[in-house]
């Protein structure tokens, strides 16, 4: 049986975008690998953050949802893939215009470890889960990384350890909730407006507002 394949799905489609964001959901493996849903949870979580950068955009960013192609993360496919491929498909499309990432949870850890890609000039990591022996170089980029002090799936003290080595060589802030959580269902608008704002002005400039 083929693997099923991963969708792009649009949020805002300018006719000519200035620059382009794809917006990664997380979301953990399940028994018999199914497909992802448009509807579980941890892909809805991150439309009201998609649909922020759309509006923080003002029309000059082309957004776009990522839809993997499999459930969680193992050793013959990742997310990381997925954001690969979906780099390409925007690219095939717009050309090379400058391009940003925002994920959550296992999306944020695809979101940096897909950052050194070519053309990449922005990240936004919220809540990612990240393993101790991940390493990027993510030089030339700029990268923020939120993470709630409350959150018990992914590991704050990961983000510390992952900003801290990353800052010798990249532009990269850490902002951390009080009392934020995985699911970041308290603090939401916080989360939102931090990848909206953070994207808006490193990927078209704070003169936007």
């Known amino acids: 049986m083929a ?5 792009l799905l649009p949020v805002l489609a300018p006719h000519r975008p200035e620059a382009a964001v794809v917006v990664l959901h997380g979301g ?3 028994p018999g690998g199914p497909r992802v849903s448009p509807t579980q949870l941890s892909v809805l979580r991150m439309r009201p953050v998609a649909a922020e950068i759309a509006r923080a955009g003002k029309g000059k ?15 013959r496919r990742t997310p990381v893939d997925d954001a690969h491929w979906a780099l390409g498909r925007i690219r095939d499309q717009l050309g090379d ?22 053309g990449v000039r922005s990240i936004v990591a919220l809540n990612p889960w990240l393993s101790s022996e991940d390493t990027v ?3 030339g980029r700029q990268v923020l990384v939120v993470h709630g002090d409350g959150d018990r799936v992914a590991s704050p003290a990961r983000s510390r350890s992952f900003v801290a080595a990353q800052r010798a060589h990249t532009d990269v802030e850490l ?18 407006r931090l990848a909206a704002d953070f994207t808006r002005d490193t990927l078209l400039g704070p003169e936007i507002r």
């Open 28 to 30: 953990g493996s399940r």
């Open 175 to 192: 902002v951390t909730i009080e009392g934020g959580k995985h699911a970041m269902l308290r603090h939401g608008r916080r989360y939102q």
């Open 61 to 75: 960013l082309a957004v776009f949802r990522l839809l993997n192609s499999h459930r969680g993360w193992d050793a």
């Open 97 to 118: 215009v400058p391009l940003g990432l925002v994920g959550h949870s296992l999306g944020g850890r695809a979101a940096l470890l897909t950052g050194a890609s070519p």
């Open 137 to 139: 170089d993510l030089t």
């Open 3 to 7: 693997r099923p394949a991963a969708r």
